[in-house]
């Protein structure tokens, strides 16, 4: 069965002749890495200001799935996406996304999902590799190869894409495809890290705040929760707030650590979860019990 694996991931990895036309945008890339969520879309209204038609369509793209998240949206996305497509790596992959995932407005093709997906590796974007990985780490393709699938993660991750690499740092962290291996997870996150990736900073957060495979240190994981949270993470500020209200029950006496928690739950805005928003109002409550309603 190895062999007919390798025999598929061996054509799919073959060059074609649409790969001489698609270029690979560093730029557009983080800006895809940054607006993914829906967030702010300033990096990506730059580029498309510039006038760079794959740039518009992108953003095009990703307005109609924030205006309608439904299947409409989702299908006028990827139809927008799919119209630049033949000369960037970027919209190749984003419209490789949608034949992976399908919809009832847009076609579910995994063949063509991981054409699409070996066309933008092939032009240099390292993520499009992991997510090939990933098919194959479900078994969507063929039988299941954990092997072949962190194999061909760490192809996308050894080109220095930091989506790729904190793919693969989250394969070890979890250990659900690979033997868990902290070391490894802590390695391939923070060279992520290194190329502005929120989810590795949120991560190794994680693994220090928890002390996986590290001795537990609350500074280092303040530090990356907060690089995440700089970088766009909407998650990172309550993790921040929670770990500092955690710190002011052990230290009643120290007021700051119970206007940290306050600060940051504040700073999660309305992505703040129901049980933040409930240790919000009793941090509130009881800075109000000690200052007299001052602070």
Known sequence: MRAVVLGLAAAVIAGGPALAQVRHDPELAAAIRMEADGGAQARLERLAES???????????YQALWSDPGY???????TRWESVSATSAEATHLT??????????????????????????EAGLGRSWCAIGGLHAKGWLVESDPALAVELCRRGADMGDPDAQ?????????????????????????????????????????????????????EAAVRHWTRA???????????????????????????????????????????????????????????????????
């Open 229 to 295: 949270h700089d970088l766009g993470h909407r998650g990172a500020a309550e993790r921040i707030a929670a770990l500092y209200l955690a710190q002011a029950d052990s230290d009643t006496e120290n007021l700051d650590l119970l206007r940290q928690a306050g600060a940051w739950y504040d700073k999660a805005g309305p992505f703040l979860s129901p049980r933040g928003q409930e240790s919000l109002r009793s941090v509130r409550e009881r800075l109000s019990g000690v200052t007299g309603g001052n602070d």
């Open 166 to 218: 904190a793919d693969l740092g989250g394969l070890y962290y979890t250990g659900a495809t690979v033997p868990q291996d902290s070391a490894e997870a802590r390695r391939w996150f923070g060279a992520a890290s290194a190329g502005n990736h929120r989810n590795a900073d949120f991560a190794l957060g994680m693994i220090y705040a928890d002390g996986d495979g590290v001795e537990r240190d609350a």
């Open 72 to 78: 409409r949206g989702i299908a006028a996305a990827c």
């Open 96 to 121: 490789a996304a949608c034949f992976e995932q399908g919809s009832p407005d847009w076609p579910q093709d995994k063949e063509r999902a991981v054409e699409l997906y070996r066309i933008a590796g």
């Open 51 to 61: 006038g760079d038609p794959v740039a518009v369509a992108v953003l095009e793209g």
